[in-house]
């Protein structure tokens, strides 16, 4: 793979890519250099994509690998040093009148908060599936984990997720 078409993929899967690290981190600018880091480390690694198909799945792969090597480095550093951390969700436009709008940011927000209570493996998954639709083969290649784990976290994590969901409705 050139460098010309390495672009293309960027430009193709930079806002999916960009949006999965903010949901990773849950800050814009933690976000912003994971992607970075990551189509950086994809250009370097380009040569190993074999089709087209499998360079999304590669980048989020490389995404999820970057991501837990810096939570490994900022556990590390935490224990030397306390540090505080700022948490940002960015927020969608939606078109519909302003009481639905509400509403539906108010939902949003609700699966959001539901999403993120989750364990870091079940959230991955969950991501994976529901934002960037992948199936669950391409997750469990991504993850390096078999299918039969991907569907067991799917599951918890649905499970999980409508208990919370449910408690926010009380």
């Known amino acids: 793979m050139d460098q010309t078409e390495f672009e293309q993929y960027i430009d193709q899967y930079g806002g999916d890519i960009l949006s999965f690290c903010h949901y990773l981190t849950k800050n814009h600018d933690e976000a912003e250099d994971l992607c970075q880091d990551c189509f950086v480390q994809g250009f370097r690694s380009r040569n190993t994509i074999t089709g087209s198909d499998h360079v999304k799945p590669f980048l989020l792969s490389v995404a999820i690998r970057l991501?837990?090597?810096r939570k490994r480095k900022f556990a590390w550093r935490k224990r030397i040093c306390e540090s505080k951390k700022i948490s940002l969700y960015?927020?969608?436009?939606?078109d519909c009148n302003p009481s639905e709008?509400?509403?539906?940011?108010?939902?949003d927000s609700i699966v959001r908060e539901a999403v993120a209570r989750l364990d870091e493996k079940k959230r991955i998954v969950v991501l994976l599936f529901y934002k960037e639709e992948l199936k669950d083969k391409e997750i469990a290649e991504i993850l390096h984990i078999p299918v039969g784990t991907v569907k067991s976290r799917l599951n918890?994590?649905?499970?999980?997720?409508a208990a919370i969901i449910e408690e926010y409705e009380k």
């Open 67 to 69: 991501w837990q090597n």
């Open 156 to 161: 918890l994590a649905k499970k999980e997720l």
């Open 90 to 94: 960015g927020s969608e436009t939606i």
């Open 101 to 107: 709008q509400t509403l539906l940011k108010e939902k």
